[in-house]
Structure formats: structure tokens, C-alpha cells
């Protein structure tokens, strides 16, 4: 016999406190004794004060033995008294239920391994002394606790038949490692860490698996099913032709037979090319397509294997559309600024004579060479030896025979490796603080750019008249110009389908850390880690994740199943199955709600007794004569 809930000092301090308090309240006089008369004629008031005086001895010792046996039952109740030796008490167990990817394979009967993994787990709980306490753990890339340690077998059960396979493929050290810290932080008697599942990860998960624990025990589901499935969808623009989309396709065979299965890419429901794949067991094939479009839409590839597994038999991919910017250029000499403008196959340019202007809303940029237009210009605009009258900016002075300096603290003026460059005349702006300065010379702006919802680019000279008509600088400045003003054409956009789980992208050697964003959805920022040039992040469910790189997107669609590519083979050592699990019940025996119930009836029996009132008491005295009081002798008045 001991306590579950409270030591043995502990409850004797409790009980010892309120017993106290009950006898004292059976102690006091609270009250005095209240006297009907018919008139207050013949009555004086006393001189000499009342005097209360304290019971001496318990008039009802009957009723304060119920009260003090309720009490006593009741902190019984309260402390959890069980009967039996406390050296056979339970034990706290984790289960871990595999629900990775892999666990949704089919096999005969259309019986899917996550119902074997429920079958072994439930029949384990049913083999475990009912005392024994179980917390049920979800197993996949991270491991998710469904309930606490539990005894009510109903409600472990329930939550394992509500159990789903995931989309990510399983990390079974990680589980282990939180299976055995909660049962360090619980503090009590550890039981097993329990796994059921088919054991399949990832190569490197399982490189990673730290030491085993004494306790584990396996409930292997080691059915083999035959399986091909796609691992990555990609696809990129052509660097020479923007309508061009280059898509590579990776297939891999996790069986153990040779298949040779059919490949099939559509894009809006039109078949865009079909491969015939021969994949040897564990072998991984990869397939290379080209199509060509402009239009934004829907690619699938699509795998005719018809296995156990059918959710990694597809991966879709949604296509942006393509990117352009229109700049009308007004000059009299489309020759000089056709080659800066025609280098970008995503620009398209409109040159009109600069005589009349003529407004274009579709227009992106307009350019204007030596040339003030009458009407007020609301859109982005490069200008060119503006006229003085007619400047957006202010001239400050006319020069001749000058040296520009490039200010290369200016993003504007990023990759101008070129020294300075000697001018036979220019214009100088005299820039406001909101602007930045890019080429300068005698205190004033040769070039500068003016940021806000209307963006702005001024030139003092013109850059195919003078001396840097022959230098690299002059298409740089103005594809930073370009990209300043239309960041959209020159962003390179990657698109992956792929899997959830960890996620690595290698980065080019001039990245800026301080452009790297990694977006989920829409507004979502996931974090990630930079270590040796290479972006990791983690996602664990299906969503699309978009990489942001300055000039580089990579947009992951992570809707593809993670399947584990080996099975993890464990020591010999480690028990299996049910053998041994059982072993003897707990002799202990939870008596409290008996308690509980007992001391209820002891309190309705006082209340009876002793606190129904008189008519109540003359009931019971008829009932249990022997209880009847003593009647107060009377006086006759004279």
C-alpha cells in the first residue's frame, strides 16, 4: 500500500490541519439562543453584560467522528492510494509511428504499410500492463507528439488510426533523440522507445543516426513493394532565346527488379515529348526537353508505372509569363542607341523621329535624345542632353575639356571598372539630396538618377558621340540603367518541383548576402543558413517556396513525395516484435474513486444524522430511537 500522488508526510500534515479545523468549528458557540415572547412589557434590560463562554466538551462527538472520517477519506481519495508493492508501478513508453512518404506504398489487398505499422502498433499497446503509461509520436522528417503518456488505450488508438502518411521522407534519429528526452524530462520509471515502420530514409539520414539506445525496440515492417518514381520536374529559360524553356525530368527505381517505364511532358494538355526510361534497380535516369512558348501556363510530367506508390508518379510546374519591357526611343539617330538597346532580347524598342510627341501608355521606358517633349511625361524616362529650357533637372553649367569620375559607391554604377574618361563637353546637373550621382565632374552631375514612383536617368553628354562610344562602360551603365528601371527582364527565373523536406541550392560566387530572401507563399520569410556557398532551408509541408537572389529567382513547387532511397538496416542486437513485452501486471490497484465514493456516503449519513433540522431529527429519532435525545426538564410558572 502507498501513495501515488503524496508522500506520507505530506498527507499527515493535510489531514492533521484539517482536522483541527473541524474540531474547532465543532468548539465555538456561534450563536445565542433566541427566546419568543408575547410582550417586552415585563422585561428590564441588564446591567451586568452577558458573558459567552466556550463549549467545554463536543455535544454531538458522533457526528465530528463522521466528519473527521469523511476528511480522512477523502485526502486518501486525493493522494491516489493504491495497494500493492510501489516497485511494481508503471512505466512510460514513446511509441514512434513511421508516416513518411513511403508508408503510402500499396500492396496486396490494397493494404498500404502505414496499416501494418497500425495493426503492430495497437496490438503492442495491447500486449502493455494496463498501468502503463504511452506517448504517441508521428514519425516523418521531424517528429510531431499526438498526446501526452496516456493509459486510456481507446484514446492511443484512436489517434493512431487518424494517422496519415506525409510527404517527406523519414528521419528516425531525430525521432529517437525526442523519444528519449521526454522520458528524461518525465522523470519517472522509463519504459521502451518503440518504433513501428519500414525503416526507408534518405542516405544521409541514415549516415546521421546517432548511438542507439538500450531501450529501443523495432516493429519492422519489412514488406518489399516495387516502386518508380519521379525525384525532380526543373526547367529555365534559354540564356540566348527568352521563349525557350529547357526542362530536365529525374526518374529513380527503389525496387528491387528492372523497369522500363514511359515518360510523358504536357504543357496545357498538349504533349510537348514522351521518353521511354530503363531504370535499373536504385538507379536514378535523367531526361532533357525543350519547348518553346511565351504564354504563362501549366507543364506535367507525368510517369506511366502503375505501382505501389502513385503520388510520386506526376510533378506539375507553373510557367510565368514572358517578361518585356517596350522603350521608345524619340531621336533623329536611331543608328547611335539601336546596338545598347538591341542586346537584351527582352527589351522591345520603338524609335520615333523627335519632332512630335506622341504618348504611349503600353510604353515601359520612353528615351529622349536631344529632344523636350510639349506634354508633361508621368512614366520612367532616360534623357539625353536635355535642353537647358526644358530639363527635369536643373543645369548648373556647360563644360568643356572635363574629366568624369565614376562614383562607384552607386549601385547605378556597380561593375564600371573603367578609369576616368576624358569629355570634350558636357552638361552638369546640379543634383537634389534625394538623388544619386553617377558620373561627376567639377562639383556637378555629368550623369545622375532621380528614384521615386516615376524613375528618372539624366545625361549630360551623349554616350555614342564622345569618348565613350569605345568603352565598356557605356553598355554596363546602361544595362544598370535598364535593370534600375525594369528589374523584371533581367531577373533569370529557375522553376523546380521537387520534394519536401531540407533543401539545398548551390549560389554563384558573386551573390550578395544581403538580397537573399526565402519567401513561402506569398509574405511568409522561412529561415534558412549560408555555409560554403551553398542556401539551405527546410519546408516540411507542401507549399512553394520562392528563393529570391537579386537577379535570380528560384521558385521550388514542393508537391513531389520525398521517398526514402535504402532501408535502414539496424543491429541484431536490438529486440523485435512482441516477444517479451507484456510480462508481469502491475499488482498495484488504484482504490481512490472507492474512497472518493465512500467518503460521499459518509457525509450524506452525518447530514441525516445531524443536519436535517427538528423535523427531520424527529424522523430519525423514530427511525434510530437510541439516538433520541433527553428531554429538558419544564417548571410550571406561578
Avoid at 32 to 51: D, G, H, M, N
Avoid at 285 to 298: D, M
Avoid at 453 to 466: D, E, I, Q, Y
Avoid at 533 to 538: A, E, G, I, S, Y
Amino acid at each position: 500500500m502507498f501513495f501515488f500522488n503524496l508522500t506520507a508526510a505530506e498527507f499527515l500534515a493535510l489531514f492533521g490541519a484539517v482536522s483541527s479545523l473541524v474540531v474547532v468549528l465543532y468548539l465555538l458557540d456561534r450563536s445565542r439562543k433566541k427566546i419568543t415572547v408575547a410582550t417586552l412589557r415585563f422585561w428590564q434590560a441588564s446591567e451586568i453584560p452577558s458573558q459567552r463562554k466556550h463549549r467545554r466538551k463536543i455535544q454531538q462527538p458522533l457526528s465530528l467522528l463522521l466528519q473527521l472520517l469523511a476528511v480522512l477519506l477523502l485526502l486518501l481519495a486525493i493522494a491516489q492510494l493504491r495497494i500493492g508493492s510501489p516497485d511494481r508501478s508503471s512505466r512510460d513508453h514513446v511509441l514512434l509511428l513511421d508516416a513518411s512518404a513511403w508508408m503510402g506504398a500499396q500492396g496486396a489487398g490494397r493494404r498500404t504499410l502505414l496499416d501494418e505499422a497500425r495493426v503492430a502498433a495497437i496490438r503492442y499497446l495491447r500486449a502493455l500492463p494496463s498501468s502503463d503509461r504511452v506517448m504517441l509520436v508521428r514519425a516523418d522528417a521531424l517528429a510531431t507528439p499526438l498526446t501526452g503518456f496516456e493509459t486510456n488505450r481507446a484514446t492511443l488508438e484512436d489517434a493512431i488510426r487518424r494517422i496519415q502518411p506525409g510527404s517527406a521522407a523519414l528521419s528516425l534519429g531525430q525521432g529517437i533523440e525526442f523519444a528519449a528526452q521526454a522520458l528524461r524530462l518525465e522523470g519517472k520509471r522509463a519504459g521502451e522507445i518503440v518504433f513501428a515502420g519500414s525503416g526507408r530514409m534518405m542516405s544521409e539520414s541514415i549516415a546521421e543516426m546517432p548511438g542507439l539506445p538500450r531501450n529501443l525496440r523495432l516493429l519492422p515492417i519489412k514488406r518489399e513493394v516495387e516502386n518508380c518514381g519521379l525525384r525532380k520536374l526543373s526547367m529555365r529559360r534559354s540564356a540566348q532565346d527568352p521563349e525557350l524553356w529547357q526542362i530536365y525530368v529525374t526518374a529513380r527505381n527503389y525496387g528491387q527488379r528492372p523497369r522500363t517505364v514511359p515518360l510523358t511532358v504536357a504543357y496545357g494538355g498538349a504533349p510537348v515529348g514522351t521518353r521511354r526510361l530503363t531504370l535499373a534497380p536504385g538507379a536514378e535516369v535523367s531526361s532533357s526537353f525543350e519547348f518553346r512558348t511565351k504564354s504563362a501556363g501549366w507543364l506535367e510530367a507525368q510517369l506511366e508505372s502503375n505501382d505501389a506508390l502513385s503520388a510520386d508518379d506526376s510533378a506539375t510546374l507553373e510557367l510565368p509569363g514572358e517578361a518585356s519591357l517596350r522603350v521608345v526611343v524619340y531621336t533623329n539617330q536611331p543608328e547611335l542607341l539601336r546596338p545598347l538597346l538591341s542586346a537584351n532580347p527582352h527589351v522591345e524598342t520603338v524609335f520615333r523621329p523627335a519632332t512630335v510627341y506622341e504618348p504611349d501608355p503600353k510604353a515601359g521606358l520612353l528615351i529622349f535624345d536631344r529632344f523636350r517633349p510639349t506634354a508633361a511625361v508621368n512614366q520612367n524616362a532616360i534623357w539625353i542632353e536635355p535642353p537647358a529650357s526644358g530639363s527635369p533637372v536643373p543645369l548648373r553649367a556647360e563644360k568643356k575639356d572635363v574629366t568624369v569620375h565614376w562614383r562607384t559607391d552607386q549601385f547605378l554604377a556597380a561593375g564600371l571598372r573603367t578609369k576616368d574618361i576624358k569629355l570634350e563637353q558636357t552638361a552638369l546637373f546640379s543634383p537634389a539630396s534625394s538623388d544619386m550621382t553617377i558620373a561627376e565632374a567639377d562639383g556637378g552631375a555629368a550623369i545622375l538618377a532621380r528614384p521615386g514612383a516615376v524613375k528618372t536617368a539624366l545625361f549630360g553628354f551623349h554616350p555614342m558621340r564622345s569618348a565613350m562610344r569605345y568603352e565598356l562602360a557605356t553598355p554596363l551603365l546602361f544595362a544598370n540603367v535598364l535593370k534600375w528601371m525594369a528589374p523584371d527582364i533581367f531577373t533569370r527565373v529557375e522553376l523546380q518541383a521537387g520534394s519536401t523536406g531540407t533543401v539545398s541550392l548551390p549560389l554563384d560566387a558573386d551573390y550578395d548576402p544581403s538580397r537573399v530572401r526565402v519567401l513561402a507563399g506569398e509574405r511568409t520569410n522561412l529561415p534558412f543558413t549560408i555555409r560554403n556557398r551553398t542556401l539551405r532551408f527546410f519546408s516540411g509541408t507542401p507549399e512553394t517556396v520562392r528563393v529570391s537572389l537579386g537577379d535570380r529567382d528560384v521558385v521550388y513547387s514542393m508537391t513531389v513525395p520525398e521517398v526514402g532511397e535504402t532501408r535502414w538496416e539496424p543491429p541484431k542486437s536490438i529486440p523485435t516484435g512482441l516477444a517479451g513485452v507484456g510480462g508481469v501486471e502491475s499488482a498495484a490497484r488504484d482504490v481512490w474513486q472507492w474512497l472518493a465514493i465512500l467518503a460521499a456516503l459518509v457525509l450524506i449519513a452525518e447530514w441525516i444524522l445531524f443536519g436535517m433540522g427538528a423535523a427531520s431529527s424527529t424522523a430519525t429519532h423514530r427511525v434510530f430511537p437510541f439516538l433520541k435525545k433527553a428531554e429538558t426538564p419544564r417548571r410550571k410558572a406561578s
